[in-house]
Nanobody, 119 residues
Framework: QVQLVESGGGLVQPGGSLRLSCAAS????????MGWYRQVSGKQRELVAF???????NYADSLKGRFTISRDNAKNTAYLQMNSLKPEDTAVYYC?????????????WGQGTQVTVSS
């Protein structure tokens, strides 16, 4: 089992920045990638970015250049730096951890943190 706790959401003006954090605990050694997804009410959850244990990264094409994902393995924490925010970035952002165990892969989710971009 993996537990995820997110922080860092809030209200920001267009063009501003926010950094989200996701602290993992529990079966840390089974995590092979951590990432962020976002969801707008009434729409499907979509991938924002993920980073593997080997620090390879992957981003949604529309977010490349504005968002940066990183991780601090010593703190078991992943970060999402969001710059040049736009109103369309408004969503609930969820941290995700994908694990590999003998029984296969599993996905764990944080509780979500609201990001609102508005003037």
């Amino acid at each position: 089992q993996v537990q995820l706790v997110e922080s860092g959401g809030g209200l920001v003006q267009p063009g501003g920045s926010l950094r989200l954090s996701c602290a993992a605990s529990g079966s840390i050694s089974t995590i092979y990638r951590m990432g962020w997804y976002r969801q707008v009410s009434g729409k499907q959850r979509e991938l924002v970015a993920f980073i593997t244990s080997g620090t390879s990264t992957n981003y949604a094409d529309s977010l490349k250049g504005r968002f940066t994902i990183s991780r601090d393995n010593a703190k078991n924490t992943a970060y999402l730096q969001m710059n040049s925010l736009k109103p369309e970035d408004t969503a609930v952002y969820y941290c995700n951890a994908r694990t590999i165990e003998l029984r296969g892969t599993s996905d764990y989710w944080g509780q979500g943190t609201q990001v609102t971009v508005s003037s």
